[in-house]
DNA sequence: CGCACAATTGAAAGTTATCAAACGTTGTGG
DNA sequence: CCACAACGTTTGATAACTTTCAATTGTGCG
């Protein structure tokens, strides 16, 4: 096991501080701030500067955007090795707020770039994260636009069960730390809507939910089909 | 004016060449290939090894990714300036159409990944460019996601409104390469609803459509108002 | 000029939202 | 430890928006 500088981070096989050498971790680590956060905490507001990078190191959180009326969009859920703080013109495009008590490591954005400078392998890295952030939202505007009710909550079900197999492959039973308003603004769904629909995937015996916060796959096949409508 | 020794881009300013010095702005020139395509070409597939990045140096494309079924979801309308070739696990992640005929600058993925690592500033150029990319596909979420029929249209309208404005700031007329059915894959609407919106947006006096292939916004408050719901 | 395709308009149906009420859960204080 | 309050979830009935299906009109091109 390759010696790690980075005493902070117990996720930093998937963090930004993946690939680099003993060096520039040591480096990055001098940077980070470890912060922690309690449920229903604000960690950052849409359009202020953008002074932070984050990356998530325990717990969850939402990124959301909100139109003038109250109407609110998530935008993602963040776990363990994710990152926020991307920004345009200088400030957040987003919200966050915590959903489940974290804890966070925080870089400052001139500090990180000038680092970034010295250590293209870090620049690399944060490319990589965003391209692949990229993608993922895209798959998102694939949902938003055009699936139903049921395909966007069993593709949801389905995202959150592939990621909690990549942490521990013989799970079955998957965290939903997330309110059904929540999992609703993420879908573009209503509360009742979402309900409805977990009752009826219940129903089949696709899911069932042994504990609140939990939901269980029964059948992961089924799943799949109904997460893209075949 | 400063010399330009990528003689294959007019819009250089605001491509992946921006921002870079003479010296290594001809180190990426000489990677450059530059290729035209028709409309209704296909340039690059959903799922296919993604061997390439492009730049857009004229005319018009749309990405899009499908359902087994064939519904489509329209993930952006790319112009002069925009790159597209993002990819995860080194596969692009949708496919590329044109919509009015177009000339790409192509890059080899491989060899620009090497010349990126020679080259800092680019790499730089590239995360910047996939940031602004990111932040405008969260804000296309929160229109999927949560705007009604005619917020959709409005804000559609209005963001081809100002991108027409940097290029052309006393442009009223803004350019419409799309089909109705184009517009609504990208809107998460029906061919019919997009119809049915735009006569709506006529009545009110919003816009015009003075020839097809057009919009003439005639109150751009309006038009803004509408857009968020207000 | 006419054909093929795109856009528009209309009527009916369906999915999801809204409004409303009941049920559960959680946390706190008596 | 129980009771209650506050909040989140579930379920039901109705309404609204968008889709679907269908027909007509308009446009571009051979």
């Given at each position: 096991?390759p010696?790690?500088?980075c005493?902070k981070?117990s996720v930093?096989?998937?963090?930004l501080?993946?690939?680099?050498?003993?060096?520039?971790?040591?480096?990055?680590?001098e940077?980070a701030?470890?912060?922690?956060?309690q449920?229903?905490?604000?960690?950052?507001?849409e359009?202020?500067?953008?002074?932070?990078?984050?990356?998530?190191t325990?717990?969850?959180l939402?990124l959301?955007k909100?139109l003038?009326?109250g109407r609110?969009?998530?935008?993602?859920?963040l776990f363990?090795?994710d990152?926020?703080g991307i920004?345009?013109?200088?400030c957040y495009?987003?919200?966050?707020?915590?959903?489940?008590?974290?804890?966070?490591?925080?870089?400052?954005?001139p500090?990180?770039?000038?680092?970034?400078?010295?250590?293209?392998?870090?620049?690399?890295r944060?490319l990589?994260?965003?391209s692949?952030?990229?993608?993922?939202?895209?798959?998102?505007?694939?949902?938003?636009?055009?699936?139903?009710?049921?395909e966007?909550?069993?593709?949801f079900?389905?995202?959150l069960?592939?990621?909690s197999?990549r942490r521990?492959?013989?799970?079955?039973s998957?965290?939903?730390?997330?309110?059904?308003?929540?999992i609703?603004?993420?879908l573009?769904?209503?509360?009742e809507?979402v309900?409805r629909?977990?009752s009826?995937?219940?129903?089949?015996g696709?899911?069932?939910i042994?504990d609140?916060?939990f939901?269980q796959?029964?059948?992961?096949d089924?799943?799949?089909?109904?997460?893209?409508?075949?």
């Amino acid at each position: 096991m390759p010696f790690k500088p980075c005493d902070k981070c117990s996720v930093s096989e998937m963090a930004l501080c993946n690939a680099l050498g003993c060096d520039d971790l040591k480096r990055l680590s001098e940077l980070a701030f470890e912060q922690s956060a309690q449920k229903g905490e604000t960690i950052i507001n849409e359009a202020d500067p953008a002074s932070y990078l984050f990356n998530v190191t325990s717990g969850a959180l939402k990124l959301y955007k909100l139109l003038p009326d109250g109407r609110r969009q998530i935008t993602g859920f963040l776990f363990p090795g994710d990152f926020m703080g991307i920004a345009m013109n200088d400030c957040y495009a987003y919200s966050a707020e915590v959903v489940e008590n974290c804890t966070l490591c925080r870089f400052s954005r001139p500090k990180l770039e000038k680092l970034m400078r010295d250590v293209p392998d870090l620049e690399h890295r944060l490319l990589n994260m965003v391209s692949n952030e990229l993608v993922l939202a895209q798959e998102q505007m694939l949902l938003l636009g055009r699936k139903t009710a049921q395909e966007k909550v069993a593709s949801f079900i389905k995202t959150l069960y592939e990621r909690s197999l990549r942490r521990n492959p013989l799970a079955t039973s998957v965290p939903l730390p997330m309110s059904r308003s929540d999992i609703g603004d993420y879908l573009g769904l209503t509360t009742e809507t979402v309900s409805r629909t977990f009752s009826a995937l219940k129903k089949n015996g696709v899911i069932s939910i042994p504990d609140a916060g939990f939901v269980q796959i029964n059948d992961p096949d089924e799943l799949e089909d109904l997460s893209s409508g075949c």
